[in-house]
T-cell receptor, first 109, second 110 residues
Framework: EDQVTQSPEALRLQEGESSSLNCSYTVSGLRGLFWYRQDPGKGPEFLFT???AGEEKEKERLKATLTKKESFLHITAPKPEDSATYLC??????????FGEGTQLTVNP | NAGVTQTPKFQVLKTGQSMTLQCAQDMNHEYMSWYRQDPGMGLRLIHY???????DQGEVPNGYNVSRSTTEDFPLRLLSAAPSQTSVYFC?????????FGPGTRLTVT
């Protein structure tokens, strides 16, 4: 059974304080790892897809990396508007995704 | 493009009532899915469809029905609502794995 575990559950940072979120996974045949951002009361918003170990993707202050067992979402010099819940998901067959429970990020000014 | 749209945004039902949550997408995506999101449980797949006329069960299908008569629409039916179905429901569509979500329907069953 595919499993996705995200840590920490919640993270509080000061503006400008860089950090990383972790997504570890146990799957049989990874066909993509996805990162989403979710704001309160809204649907998840797609951020990145990673397909193979060593791959990296960047968008503004966010960088996602992938190894054979986990993915990291690095947040560099975060701003308050980066506050959200970040979700990780894996795809192993077809288009079905298995999601982790998310990391709730709060960035204080 | 409107993307993925869901109606209604909020709904309150009494135990035993039935209703249909509507989902539509205008991106011509073949794959559509329904999730529920509960605190501490993450997003869980209810039903999905890989194209018009084809549906299958996800992780938590009991109490829900779906049909897919067109590429654009994928309604979710609650046949006899129960308090355990109180949740936020998201519809999503996908072309090549990256799923795009609607804004959600917050359902309360009393």
């Amino acid at each position: 059974e595919d499993q996705v575990t995200q840590s920490p559950e919640a993270l509080r940072l000061q503006e400008g304080e860089s950090s990383s979120l972790n997504c570890s996974y146990t799957v049989s045949g990874l066909r993509g790892l996805f990162w989403y951002r979710q704001d309160p009361g809204k649907g998840p918003e797609f951020l990145f897809t990673l397909y193979s170990a060593g791959e990296e993707k960047e968008k503004e202050r966010l960088k996602a990396t992938l190894t054979k067992k986990e993915s990291f979402l690095h947040i560099t010099a975060p701003k308050p508007e980066d506050s959200a819940t970040y979700l990780c998901a894996v795809r192993t067959s077809g288009s079905r995704l298995t999601f982790g429970e998310g990391t709730q990020l709060t960035v204080n000014p | 493009n409107a993307g993925v749209t869901q109606t209604p945004k909020f709904q309150v039902l009494k135990t035993g009532q039935s209703m249909t949550l509507q989902c539509a997408q205008d991106m011509n995506h073949e794959y559509m899915s329904w999730y529920r999101q509960d605190p501490g449980m993450g997003l869980r797949l209810i039903h999905y469809s890989v194209g018009a006329g084809i549906t299958d069960q996800g992780e938590v299908p009991n109490g829900y029905n779906v049909s897919r008569s067109t590429t654009e629409d994928f309604p979710l039916r609650l046949l006899s609502a129960a308090p355990s179905q109180t949740s936020v429901y998201f519809c999503a569509s996908s072309l090549r794995g990256e799923q795009y979500f609607g804004p959600g329907t917050r359902l309360t069953v009393t």
